[in-house]
């Protein structure tokens, strides 16, 4: 039986400081100083890669699946910047916040390292916080904006072709399958699989570079699919996804923009994101593809800014038309190609009108 002695040393409550640290040791072993700790909404965040040796465990960041892997005498435990679960075998622990990237390395809340990490040691460990609890509170809403803003596009030079690059974003993954359809089929899958054909279709044909937000199945937050879509030469974005419902009636394609901000600086008559649409639905339409409709989308998270951007929702899953389209290669590879028609088309448009 594994005893932890957890003890704190209790600042002054209410107090900000810049400084902080914690202490942590196997009993008997010198005590390690970590003073690389950061606050974030109220919590302290450690890098992981300083709180596995003294703990005498080893870990190894695998960027391709995107999960940090802890090895030590008990077996092996995954976290994963992007989810909310630390993975050991096949049982999966809730974590009340995950992991996260904080100046480039990946850390994690005091709250882990008490209620998991602290347990996978095979012997009793001493872990102190020297000064806890004494972060500002975060102002949600401020944090929000940070997050949404990420989607302005920067001057665009003249000489520019007419697209410089473009965001994909599949939907979900990793733990989050998205929608399930018809024969299991994941939405997670579908809308990685119209990325990469996309994202080809585009390489070799025009020639310029495409973000995926992911290339695997992991999962992501807000933010991280935000910052890749905000790259300076980013263009366009295009949101992937793909729904399901109870009937099996429900059937085709709707695309989403964001709803126009009525504010001074952005005038309402240079919505492109709502010109990226039309010209993507009749794209489309054009490749033999039912588009219901063009809506505005004031519930899904679509970021802010003037950055031409359309959450495509290809079809229903649960729906026996567009289920074999969207879940074969071939009818991937024909959705794609009908929204790179589309995009191009964009471009050209863009380019001609002089809207640079
Ligand atoms: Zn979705």
Not at 247 to 262: D, K, S
Not at 323 to 343: C, K, S, V, W
Request: proline share 6%.
């Amino acid at each position: 039986m594994r005893i932890f002695i957890l003890s704190m040393v209790l600042g002054l409550l209410g107090a900000v400081s810049v400084l902080a640290a914690v202490e942590i040791a196997l009993e008997g072993d010198p005590v390690t100083v970590i003073d690389e700790v950061y606050h974030r909404d109220g919590m302290a965040y450690v890098a992981i890669d300083d709180l596995l040796p003294p703990l005498r465990l080893t870990g190894t960041w695998n960027a391709v699946e995107h999960v940090y892997r802890i090895e030590g005498a008990f077996g092996t435990a995954l976290i994963s910047p992007g989810s909310r679960f630390l993975r050991q075998g096949g049982s999966f622990e809730l974590l009340a916040q995950k992991p996260r990237f904080i100046d480039g390395r990946l850390r994690v809340s005091d709250d882990f390292i008490r209620k998991h990490l602290i347990p996978l040691a095979d012997v009793r460990v001493i872990y102190r916080d020297l000064n806890p609890g004494v972060s500002p509170p975060v102002d949600e809403s401020s944090a929000m904006d940070r997050l949404f803003s990420f989607l302005l596009r920067k001057e665009k030079p003249n000489d520019a072709p007419q697209l410089r690059a473009i965001a994909l974003d599949p939907g979900h993954g990793g733990q989050d399958p998205g929608s399930i359809g018809l024969n299991g089929v994941k939405e997670k899958d579908v809308t990685l699989a119209l990325a990469q054909h996309l994202q080809k279709q585009v390489k070799m044909e025009l020639g310029i570079p495409v973000y995926l937000t992911r290339d695997a199945d992991y999962g992501l937050g807000l933010e991280d699919r935000f910052r890749t879509a905000a790259q300076p030469d980013v263009d366009a974005l295009l949101l992937l996804h793909a729904q399901s419902s109870f009937g099996l009636q429900a059937q085709g394609v709707f695309l989403y923009v964001r709803p126009i901000e009525l504010n001074e600086d952005t005038p309402a008559s240079v919505d492109e994101s709502q010109k990226l649409a039309e010209i993507l639905s009749a794209a489309l339409t054009q490749a033999g593809f039912v588009v219901q409709g063009i809506l505005s989308a004031p519930l899904l998270p679509m970021g802010q800014g003037d950055l031409p951007t359309v959450l495509v929702e290809a079809g229903f899953l649960t729906n026996p038309d567009d289920r074999p389209i969207l879940d074969a290669a071939e009818g991937q590879q024909r959705f794609a190609a009908a929204l790179f028609a589309g995009l191009k088309k964009f471009g050209e448009k863009r380019q001609k009108s002089g809207d640079l």
